[in-house]
């Protein structure tokens, strides 16, 4: 992150906000200091007025344009696997324009300059984006993800940790793919697809389809098969 110090309010309160809270703490801002998360909005009622790892939920998702009116960025930490487009969903119903999202990546993450890292987006520690890697807007990718050349993420894609992909990969919208998952170069991942934990893709996974395995073969539709007609 970059520029004058702003207040920064996180949406969601579940495993993704808190790791990101933590990822936060260890990212400074231009004056050195650790970027504080002013408080949390989360959509489930029993949360509101409590903490979470010491930051305030302070009421629902709906509130964030508010926040980013009174000048404070945002971040979308949602999203699981039973739910991979969870994050797309919120995002758009928001409609806030890309500078009202924060852009995090981790001190430890290594970031070529001719990749690109789209608004909303957050890259954990160990993350690596060799040369003219193109991620979109709120992808989330977890420790050592490793993104090689010409690889292309669309927006709110989801990395579990230690996820590979070889070169000249395209990865589509609102897609998951579970920890340690490795996908041969060239290979498509379709909008809304998820890839479970460990597989080894080595043929295109067509939008919506859930595929496991080494190789990987398809298993049964996602619930995210509609997330690439919303999006």
Request: with cysteine.
């Amino acid at each position: 992150m970059s520029g004058a110090p702003r207040p920064l309010v996180v949406l969601g309160a579940g495993g993704s906000a808190r790791e990101v809270v933590q990822l936060l703490r260890a990212c400074p801002d231009a004056a050195g200091e650790p970027v504080a998360v002013t408080g949390l909005l989360d959509d489930d009622p029993a949360r509101a007025g409590t903490s979470v790892d010491g930051v305030p939920v302070l009421g629902p998702t709906a509130a964030a344009a508010e926040h980013a009116g009174r000048g404070a960025l945002l971040l979308a930490c949602v999203g699981s696997p039973r739910d991979p487009g969870s994050r797309a969903r919120l995002t758009a119903r928001l409609g806030l324009p890309d500078d009202a999202w924060a852009t995090v990546v981790h001190p430890l993450a290594a970031v070529s300059p001719d990749s690109t890292v789209g608004a909303g987006s957050v890259l954990h520690a160990g993350v690596v984006l060799t040369v003219a890697v193109t991620v979109g807007r709120h992808v989330y990718a977890m420790p050592h993800v490793v993104l090689t050349h010409d690889d292309e993420v669309a927006d709110a894609a989801t990395f579990g940790a230690g996820v590979r992909l070889a070169g000249g990969v395209s990865v589509g919208a609102a897609a998951y793919l579970g920890s340690g998952a490795l996908v041969r170069e060239h290979r498509r991942i379709g909008a809304g697809a998820l890839v479970g934990m460990g597989s080894v893709v080595v043929r295109d996974v067509p939008p919506g389809q859930t595929w496991a395995g080494n190789p990987a073969r398809p298993l049964t539709p996602s619930p995210a098969a509609l997330v690439e007609a919303s999006l």
